[in-house]
């Protein structure tokens, strides 16, 4: 479904399930299958973090009441990304201690692949909004040789780690081997995009546009990389995805800081923290308003 339908209906559908399952048996097997897609799909969709984080603690309460330990160490996946991105766990306890939850899950060769992938998916989120390049790479890196990835998680960290490879590149004059990589993966990841976008615009469409706009920024294309920003975003807007449409808006920004235009790069630096807001990462709305600080001080400076 995710293929195909916007990631809003998936979620509303999984939590149906959560609810059907709940009122079907002791065990509530089907309900908490449901739970391990619903937080990785809200994630994705950009719902609210803080309500998220609630709503996780209350699967986790159920769980624990249940006695399903298979399904707990998916979720305190989940919870601590969404923990991290908030606020970096300051006040919401990011930090989780799996002990015997992961002993379960490693006696089941299937349940252990899944595992790992579902902890290398938000190691790798977690990295790429926390702006720690190296490390989501590494975990990009990781899942990108795994045979067994899931076809939508692959879509997913393409497209993040493509742009992550752009923030990496030192060399900015489109020689080198740092460039050859980006060049590789970007080519990888906007071949699959495209590919996807057909079978979903309202899921795809926006991270075609982001990344084409991150290209033609890196290639000097101003024109191109204005009106594939300014596309991003309106994409983002529409299929409600307001995290990715504060992604854009703060890329943009990077964008026109760079060509010398600090006016429009705060703009937009403006409507990224909006977007964060309503996202509920303090985290990002703390990290723009730094950005902004930032460019305010160096035309002060300059202007004396």
């Not at 191109?224 to 807007?237: G, Q």
Request: with cysteine.
């Amino acid at each position: 479904a995710v293929h195909f339908l916007p990631l809003q209906i998936c979620s509303a559908n999984l939590r149906k399930g959560f609810e059907v399952g709940m009122s079907a048996g002791d065990s509530a097997t089907d309900a908490f299958y449901n739970s391990m897609h619903l937080f990785r799909i809200t994630l994705l969709s950009g719902e609210n973090l803080p309500a998220l984080l609630e709503e996780t603690d209350y699967h986790l309460e159920a769980m624990t009441r249940l006695r399903n330990k298979v399904s707990m160490p998916y979720l305190l996946a989940y919870r601590e990304t969404f923990a991290m991105l908030i606020d970096k766990g300051e006040s919401t306890g990011a930090k989780q201690n799996y002990g015997e939850l992961e002993e379960n899950i490693e006696s089941n060769a299937i349940y252990a692949q899944r595992h790992k992938e579902t902890l290398f998916v938000n190691r790798t989120l977690q990295s790429f909004w926390l702006g720690y390049t190296q490390r989501c790479h590494h975990y990009a890196k990781k899942l990108l040789e795994m045979q067994l990835l899931g076809r939508h998680n692959k879509l997913v960290i393409l497209f993040y780690a493509a742009l992550n490879a752009f923030r990496g590149v030192k060399n900015t004059n489109g020689n080198g081997s740092q460039f050859a990589k980006v060049r590789n993966l970007y080519k990888d990841a906007i071949n699959a995009l495209r590919t996807a976008k057909e079978l979903s615009p309202w899921n795809f469409s926006n991270k075609v546009f982001l990344l084409e706009a991150e290209m033609y920024s890196f290639e000097r294309k101003g024109p191109d990389a204005r009106s594939s920003y300014a596309a991003a975003i309106t994409s983002s807007r529409s299929s409600r995805y307001v995290h990715e449409q504060g992604l854009a808006c703060e890329l943009a920004g990077l964008h026109y800081k760079k060509l010398g235009k600090e006016q429009t790069a705060l703009d937009f630096f403006q409507q990224a923290k909006e977007c964060y807001v309503r996202w509920g990462s303090q985290m990002k709305v703390d990290s723009v308003s730094q950005q902004m600080e930032r460019i305010v001080s160096e035309s002060l400076t300059t202007t004396k």
